[in-house]
Every structure is written in structure tokens, then in C-alpha cells.
């Protein structure tokens, strides 16, 4: 147990350190999701404020509703990034020797992924700082409250990371597969405009994006923003990241998974 700890915090410890020295991440981490909401929410002010809906209790503009979405973002990169790192580990040979160590591999993926939801909340918390000075202020309560679901969310993305990693062997198609991935769980759920706003457009869209797994991380995020608990979202977020995670365990099983195939 007590090794398995110093895995765990010597995992954290190397994905923390290489975060921090490569700038140019963190940078990029967070112009994204700023550039939403400075540029593409200003554009939609006007056009795109929202009635009374939970958990708002008022009326509210653009800029506050994508807020949540933009959190979502952050953690749905970063752990597609962390995913994209498994893989160039995978190949030059560090991730290769951790995963011939006494240690059970579900733990060593495991925490891959407990370190990637770490990084992920400290950039999301950074992103609620520059938002907050450019005036888009939360309950403040909220920030405190948002916590375990931004560990819910980095948990569930960060598995869907790693069960794509588990199918990818070479770097060069793992970066396809990420916009393939990332763009359409994104822009299909309810991170850009409610799901009721999207039923008036298509029902074919609303039903995608109603069982988008993107969807309920972000309606977890942006009730725990307010103090509330979508119990909805959160089975879900829960169940989707199981299913995530049981996948990305099966795929670097080397008895069972697909890398006994791609070899």
C-alpha cells in the first residue's frame, strides 16, 4: 500500500512538473476558453440572453451561461492531452517501464489519471479567476462547491482519454482522432445553448446532445457553480466514466485488451 502511494504521488508529482515547464500549455489551456468568452459570448450577448432556467434564478447573459461549458472544455482537453502524452510515453519507452513494474497496471493508469484530473482543476480554477476579473462573478460559495464535480468530470474525461489511448498506437493518429472526438462532444451538447433551445431547432440534435456524456459533466459543473446538485447529471457523468475507465483497463490488459493485437 505505502509504495502504491509513492506511485501515486511520484506520478502527480512528474505530470505537475511537466505542466509547470511547459508554459506554452497552460497558456494555450486557458486562451481557448478566454477567447470564447471575451470574443464569441460578446458577439451573442444580445442575441442569446436566457430566461429563468435552473439553476438560475434570474435572468442571465451569454457570458454567464457558457461559463460552465468553458470549464468543461478545459478539463475535456486536457484530458485528451494527457491521453496524447500516455501515448508519445507509450513510444519512447518511460510509459513502457512504469507498466512492467510489480505494480498492478489499473493502478499505474489509474494514476495517469488521478494526476491528469489535478492539473485539469488547477487550470480550470485559473480560467474562474480571469473570468471573475473580467467580470463574470459566481456565488461565491460556488467556487468551494464546484470542486468534487470538477473531479467527477476530470475523472470521467480523463478516461475517455485513456480508452482512446489504449486503441492508438502511433502519435500521428491519436491527434486526428482527438478533433474527431473532442469537436463533436463539445459543440452536440449543452455547453454553448441549453438543450431546450436546441429542441426547437432539431429533436434529432436535442436527443445527441441528451445523451452526449459531455452534456451532464457540464450541467454537473454548472449547478454545483450555484450550490445545487443535479442528481441526473451526475449518475450519469458517474456511470459514463466507469464505462470509460473499464474500457481503457480492458485495452491495456496485454492478455485481453488490443494491444495483444497491435503488436
Not at 485559473?126 to 471573475?132: K, N
Not at 452526449?212 to 446538485?229: D, M, S
Request: charged share 10%; glycine share 6%; with cysteine.
Amino acid at each position: 500500500m505505502r509504495t502504491a502511494f509513492i506511485a501515486l504521488a511520484a506520478i502527480i508529482q512528474r505530470e505537475a512538473l511537466r505542466f509547470i515547464r511547459q508554459r506554452e500549455r497552460f497558456i494555450a489551456a486557458l486562451v481557448r476558453p478566454l477567447v470564447w468568452l471575451i470574443v464569441f459570448a460578446a458577439g451573442f450577448r444580445a442575441a442569446l440572453g436566457l430566461s429563468i432556467t435552473p439553476p438560475y434564478q434570474t435572468y442571465i447573459t451569454y457570458e454567464i451561461y457558457i461559463v460552465p461549458g468553458l470549464c468543461g472544455m478545459i478539463i475535456l482537453f486536457n484530458g485528451m492531452q494527457s491521453a496524447l502524452s500516455l501515448v508519445y510515453d507509450r513510444e519512447m519507452g518511460s510509459m513502457r517501464l512504469l507498466l512492467t513494474s510489480p505494480l498492478p497496471r489499473w493502478w499505474l493508469l489509474l494514476c495517469r489519471l488521478i494526476a491528469a484530473t489535478v492539473i485539469s482543476g488547477l487550470q480550470v480554477y485559473a480560467f474562474l479567476a480571469i473570468a471573475a476579473i473580467y467580470g463574470i462573478h459566481l456565488p461565491w460559495q460556488g467556487y468551494v462547491l464546484v470542486l468534487p464535480a470538477l473531479i467527477i468530470a476530470g475523472l470521467t474525461l480523463g478516461a475517455l482519454g485513456l480508452a482512446l489511448s489504449s486503441l492508438i498506437r502511433q502519435l500521428e493518429n491519436f491527434a486526428g482522432v482527438m478533433n474527431f472526438v473532442i469537436f463533436p462532444m463539445f459543440f452536440l451538447s449543452s455547453a454553448l445553448y441549453p438543450l431546450w433551445k436546441m429542441a426547437e431547432s432539431s429533436e434529432l440534435l436535442h436527443d445527441i446532445c441528451a445523451v452526449n456524456p459531455f452534456t451532464h459533466v457540464v450541467e454537473l459543473i454548472r449547478f454545483a457553480l450555484y450550490g445545487q446538485l443535479n442528481l441526473t447529471a451526475l449518475g450519469w457523468s458517474a456511470l459514463a466514466g466507469v464505462v470509460f475507465l473499464a474500457l481503457a483497463l480492458w485495452g491495456y490488459d496485454p492478455s485481453h485488451g488490443l494491444t495483444r493485437h497491435k503488436r
